[in-house]
Protein backbone atom coordinates (compact mmCIF):
# COMPACT_ATOMS: atom_id res chain seq x y z
CA UNK A 1 0.00 0.00 0.00
CA UNK A 2 2.58 2.38 1.03
CA UNK A 3 4.21 1.52 -2.78
CA UNK A 4 1.32 2.33 -4.52
CA UNK A 5 1.08 5.97 -2.40
CA UNK A 6 4.50 7.05 -3.30
CA UNK A 7 4.74 5.71 -7.26
CA UNK A 8 1.21 7.61 -7.22
CA UNK A 9 3.18 10.68 -5.63
CA UNK A 10 5.98 10.31 -7.62
CA UNK A 11 3.94 10.26 -11.36
CA UNK A 12 1.81 13.42 -10.16
CA UNK A 13 5.24 15.50 -9.53
CA UNK A 14 6.39 14.16 -12.88
CA UNK A 15 3.50 15.04 -14.19
CA UNK A 16 3.16 18.50 -12.71
CA UNK A 17 7.74 19.03 -13.64
CA UNK A 18 6.89 18.25 -17.58
CA UNK A 19 3.62 20.73 -17.71
CA UNK A 20 6.22 23.33 -15.93
CA UNK A 21 8.76 22.74 -17.91
CA UNK A 22 6.46 22.45 -21.54
CA UNK A 23 5.25 25.63 -20.34
CA UNK A 24 8.56 27.57 -19.13
CA UNK A 25 9.54 26.95 -23.06
CA UNK A 26 6.78 28.99 -24.80
CA UNK A 27 7.82 32.07 -22.85
CA UNK A 28 11.63 32.12 -24.16
CA UNK A 29 12.31 34.36 -27.29
CA UNK A 30 12.75 32.69 -30.23
CA UNK A 31 16.46 32.89 -31.69
CA UNK A 32 17.32 36.25 -34.07
CA UNK A 33 17.94 33.40 -36.64
CA UNK A 34 13.89 33.31 -37.06
CA UNK A 35 13.22 36.85 -38.40
CA UNK A 36 9.23 36.09 -38.73
CA UNK A 37 8.84 34.29 -35.04
CA UNK A 38 11.34 37.09 -33.55
CA UNK A 39 8.97 39.40 -35.03
CA UNK A 40 6.10 38.06 -33.78
CA UNK A 41 7.14 37.70 -30.31
CA UNK A 42 8.60 41.35 -30.16
CA UNK A 43 4.13 42.38 -31.41
CA UNK A 44 3.16 40.55 -29.24
CA UNK A 45 5.65 41.39 -26.35
CA UNK A 46 4.53 43.74 -23.27
CA UNK A 47 7.51 46.09 -22.70
CA UNK A 48 5.93 47.44 -19.54
CA UNK A 49 4.46 44.21 -18.40
CA UNK A 50 5.81 45.02 -14.82
CA UNK A 51 4.30 48.56 -14.38
CA UNK A 52 1.59 47.30 -16.00
CA UNK A 53 0.97 44.83 -13.62
CA UNK A 54 1.33 46.95 -10.68
CA UNK A 55 -1.23 49.61 -11.79
CA UNK A 56 -3.83 46.61 -12.29
CA UNK A 57 -3.09 45.44 -9.12
CA UNK A 58 -3.65 49.32 -7.93
CA UNK A 59 -6.90 49.81 -10.37
CA UNK A 60 -9.04 46.00 -9.02
CA UNK A 61 -7.76 47.70 -5.44
CA UNK A 62 -9.70 51.00 -5.96
CA UNK A 63 -12.36 49.77 -7.94
CA UNK A 64 -13.35 46.95 -5.19
CA UNK A 65 -13.14 49.69 -2.33
CA UNK A 66 -14.31 53.08 -3.96
CA UNK A 67 -16.13 53.01 -7.39
CA UNK A 68 -18.10 49.65 -6.33
CA UNK A 69 -19.37 50.96 -3.52
CA UNK A 70 -20.22 54.34 -5.51
CA UNK A 71 -21.89 52.23 -8.03
CA UNK A 72 -24.17 50.52 -6.09
CA UNK A 73 -24.64 53.16 -3.70
CA UNK A 74 -25.89 54.97 -7.14
CA UNK A 75 -27.59 52.41 -8.62
CA UNK A 76 -29.49 51.37 -5.35
CA UNK A 77 -30.35 55.37 -3.89
CA UNK A 78 -30.04 57.92 -6.39
CA UNK A 79 -33.71 58.61 -7.83
CA UNK A 80 -34.75 56.70 -11.08
CA UNK A 81 -36.49 59.76 -12.39
CA UNK A 82 -33.03 62.06 -11.75
CA UNK A 83 -30.48 59.38 -13.51
CA UNK A 84 -31.40 60.29 -17.44
CA UNK A 85 -30.64 63.79 -16.67
CA UNK A 86 -27.19 63.43 -14.72
CA UNK A 87 -26.52 60.53 -18.10
CA UNK A 88 -27.49 63.71 -20.18
CA UNK A 89 -25.11 66.15 -17.98
CA UNK A 90 -22.41 64.10 -18.14
CA UNK A 91 -22.90 62.99 -21.88
CA UNK A 92 -23.15 66.52 -23.07
CA UNK A 93 -20.08 67.26 -21.45
CA UNK A 94 -17.93 65.63 -23.72
CA UNK A 95 -19.58 67.15 -27.25
CA UNK A 96 -17.63 70.08 -27.50
CA UNK A 97 -13.92 68.02 -27.18
CA UNK A 98 -15.46 65.62 -29.37
CA UNK A 99 -16.60 68.34 -31.61
CA UNK A 100 -13.23 69.55 -31.81
CA UNK A 101 -11.83 66.08 -32.63
CA UNK A 102 -14.17 65.27 -35.36
CA UNK A 103 -12.87 68.98 -37.18
CA UNK A 104 -9.53 67.82 -36.27
CA UNK A 105 -10.28 64.43 -38.58
CA UNK A 106 -12.21 66.22 -41.16
CA UNK A 107 -15.69 64.92 -40.20
CA UNK A 108 -17.57 67.48 -40.86
CA UNK A 109 -21.32 65.88 -40.58
CA UNK A 110 -20.13 64.66 -36.82
CA UNK A 111 -18.54 68.23 -36.07
CA UNK A 112 -21.71 69.40 -36.71
CA UNK A 113 -23.93 67.04 -34.47
CA UNK A 114 -21.68 67.52 -31.62
CA UNK A 115 -22.32 70.84 -31.92
CA UNK A 116 -26.01 70.98 -32.10
CA UNK A 117 -26.62 68.63 -29.56
CA UNK A 118 -23.91 70.78 -26.78
CA UNK A 119 -25.47 74.00 -27.94
CA UNK A 120 -28.94 72.95 -27.95
CA UNK A 121 -28.48 71.82 -24.17
CA UNK A 122 -27.34 74.65 -23.19
CA UNK A 123 -30.27 76.93 -22.08
CA UNK A 124 -31.69 73.72 -20.16
CA UNK A 125 -28.28 73.90 -18.51
CA UNK A 126 -26.82 70.48 -20.36
CA UNK A 127 -29.16 67.96 -19.17
CA UNK A 128 -31.24 67.36 -21.76
CA UNK A 129 -31.27 64.69 -24.33
CA UNK A 130 -31.28 67.37 -27.04
CA UNK A 131 -31.31 64.85 -30.10
CA UNK A 132 -33.28 61.36 -28.85
CA UNK A 133 -33.22 59.53 -32.07
CA UNK A 134 -29.46 60.64 -32.50
CA UNK A 135 -26.60 59.29 -31.11
CA UNK A 136 -23.88 61.40 -29.36
CA UNK A 137 -20.43 62.17 -30.30
CA UNK A 138 -17.66 60.38 -28.56
CA UNK A 139 -14.27 61.33 -30.69
CA UNK A 140 -10.70 61.25 -28.36
CA UNK A 141 -7.33 62.03 -28.80
CA UNK A 142 -6.28 58.59 -29.85
CA UNK A 143 -8.86 58.23 -32.35
CA UNK A 144 -7.58 61.75 -33.91
CA UNK A 145 -3.63 60.23 -33.65
CA UNK A 146 -5.27 57.34 -35.36
CA UNK A 147 -6.35 59.12 -38.32
CA UNK A 148 -3.45 60.87 -38.90
CA UNK A 149 -1.61 57.33 -39.05
CA UNK A 150 0.51 57.40 -35.59
CA UNK A 151 1.09 53.66 -34.56
CA UNK A 152 -0.66 52.27 -31.48
CA UNK A 153 2.39 50.95 -29.75
CA UNK A 154 2.48 48.75 -26.68
CA UNK A 155 -0.06 47.86 -24.66
CA UNK A 156 -0.17 50.47 -21.15
CA UNK A 157 -2.14 50.29 -18.09
CA UNK A 158 -3.42 53.61 -17.16
CA UNK A 159 -4.66 54.38 -13.15
CA UNK A 160 -7.86 54.75 -12.91
CA UNK A 161 -8.57 54.50 -16.62
CA UNK A 162 -7.79 51.44 -17.61
CA UNK A 163 -5.80 49.58 -20.38
CA UNK A 164 -4.92 51.65 -23.24
CA UNK A 165 -1.91 52.29 -25.84
CA UNK A 166 0.71 54.35 -26.30
CA UNK A 167 -1.18 56.84 -29.42
CA UNK A 168 -3.83 56.65 -26.93
CA UNK A 169 -2.29 57.80 -23.57
CA UNK A 170 -0.47 61.12 -25.67
CA UNK A 171 -4.28 61.47 -27.01
CA UNK A 172 -5.71 61.19 -23.14
CA UNK A 173 -3.29 63.67 -21.95
CA UNK A 174 -3.93 66.07 -24.46
CA UNK A 175 -7.77 65.94 -24.13
CA UNK A 176 -6.94 66.79 -20.59
CA UNK A 177 -4.93 70.03 -21.52
CA UNK A 178 -7.25 70.51 -24.40
CA UNK A 179 -10.94 70.04 -23.46
CA UNK A 180 -12.93 73.09 -24.04
CA UNK A 181 -15.14 72.62 -21.24
CA UNK A 182 -12.85 72.92 -18.77
CA UNK A 183 -10.50 75.59 -20.20
CA UNK A 184 -13.62 77.66 -19.90
CA UNK A 185 -14.93 76.93 -15.94
CA UNK A 186 -11.52 77.40 -14.98
CA UNK A 187 -10.94 80.39 -16.79
CA UNK A 188 -13.20 82.15 -14.11
Known sequence: MLN???????????????????????????????????????????????????????????????????????????PNELKPPVENFITNLFQPLSFLHSLLQGDLDR????????????????????????????????????VWGFEEGPYVMLPLLGPSSVRDTVGTVGDFFADPVKIIAGSE
Open 111 to 146: AEQAAARFFTALPTLLLADTFPDRQPVFEDGGQTLA
Open 4 to 78: SVSGTKVIRFAAALTLVGALSACATPPSSDDQDARAAYDEANDPFEPANRLVFSANVMVDQLVLQPVAVTYRDLF
